[in-house]
C-alpha cells in the first residue's frame, strides 16, 4: 500500500486483558513513531525507532508498554494489563532516512482503543 | 513539562477571514518547526514546516512565521475556507528527529 496502515481501526477489550496494536509503515522508512491521543488531549509520544538503533522508549507511560519492530519493518505495540486510562486512540508514523532538511512524517490512520 | 505549547484549545474564524494560530515553545534546540492537520477518525496529515534558521516559510494560503526570540510560531491560514476545519497540531523537531506535538487547536471555519 502506499501509506502507513494500522489494524485493528477499533478495539474493544476488558480491563485487565493484553492487547496487540499493529503498525506496517510506508515500505523503506527507516523510523518509526507510537504516538496517542487521548480525549481532549494532544499527540503523547510512546516510543521511536531508529534503523538498528536501540529505541527510544522515554514515552512509555509504564512497564505495561512495550514495543517491538520486526526485520526494521512492521512494528507491534502491546499493552498488558488494559487500563480504562489506556482508551485513546494509537497513532503510528513512519518517515523515511533524514538526509538533510525535514523529514515529514506519515502518520497512519490510528487505533481506537476501549478499555471497558 | 510541555515542550511545545498551543494555549487555544479551539478558535472560530468566519470564511475568507484569516486563521491564525499560535505556538510556543520552550527548548531552544529544535531544528524544525511543523503544523500538521488532523480531520476526526484520520491520522494527522503534514502541511507546513519551518526551518529554525528562517523567519517565515509560505506556501500556497499557509504562512508560517517564527519568532526565535521569543520562542513563537504561528501558522496563518488565508482567505479561509470550510475545508480548513480541523485540529492543528504544532510540532517541534530535535537532531535525534524526535518530534514534540503540541496539544492542538480546534479550528472552526463559520459560513
Known amino acids: 500500500g502506499a501509506g502507513v496502515s494500522q489494524s485493528p481501526s477499533n478495539k474493544v477489550t476488558e480491563k485487565g486483558k493484553d492487547v496487540e496494536l499493529r503498525c506496517d509503515p510506508i515500505?523503506?522508512?527507516?523510523?518509526l513513531y507510537w504516538y496517542r491521543q487521548s480525549l481532549g488531549q494532544g499527540l503523547e509520544f510512546l516510543i521511536y525507532?531508529?534503523?538498528?538503533?536501540?529505541?527510544?522508549k522515554s514515552g512509555l507511560p509504564s512497564d505495561r508498554f512495550s514495543a517491538e519492530r520486526t526485520g526494521g519493518s512492521v512494528s507491534t505495540l502491546t499493552i498488558q494489563r488494559t487500563q480504562q486510562e489506556d482508551s485513546a486512540v494509537y497513532l503510528c508514523?513512519?518517515?523515511?532516512?533524514?538526509?538533510?532538511?525535514?523529514?515529514?512524517?506519515?502518520f497512519g490512520p490510528g487505533t481506537r482503543l476501549t478499555v471497558l | 513539562d510541555q515542550q511545545v505549547k498551543q494555549n487555544s484549545p479551539s478558535l472560530s474564524v468566519q470564511e475568507g477571514r484569516i486563521s491564525i494560530l499560535n505556538c510556543d515553545y520552550t527548548?531552544?534546540?529544535?531544528?524544525?518547526f511543523l503544523w500538521y492537520k488532523k480531520y476526526p477518525a484520520e491520522g494527522p496529515t503534514f502541511l507546513i514546516s519551518?526551518?529554525?534558521?528562517?523567519d517565515k516559510n509560505e506556501d500556497g494560503r499557509f504562512t508560517v512565521f517564527l519568532n526565535k526570540s521569543a520562542k513563537h510560531l504561528s501558522l496563518h491560514i488565508v482567505p479561509s475556507q470550510p475545508g480548513d476545519s480541523a485540529v492543528y497540531f504544532c510540532?517541534?523537531?530535535?537532531?535525534?528527529?524526535?518530534?514534540?506535538f503540541g496539544k492542538g487547536t480546534r479550528l472552526h471555519i463559520l459560513p
Open positions: 515500505s523503506g522508512h527507516t523510523a
Open positions: 525507532f531508529q534503523g538498528n538503533s536501540a529505541p527510544d
Open positions: 508514523a513512519s518517515s523515511p532516512q533524514r538526509t538533510s532538511g525535514i523529514n515529514e512524517q506519515f
Open positions: 510540532a517541534a523537531l530535535n537532531r535525534d528527529d524526535k518530534i514534540i
Open positions: 519551518i526551518s529554525s534558521i528562517k
Open positions: 527548548n531552544s534546540m529544535f531544528d524544525y
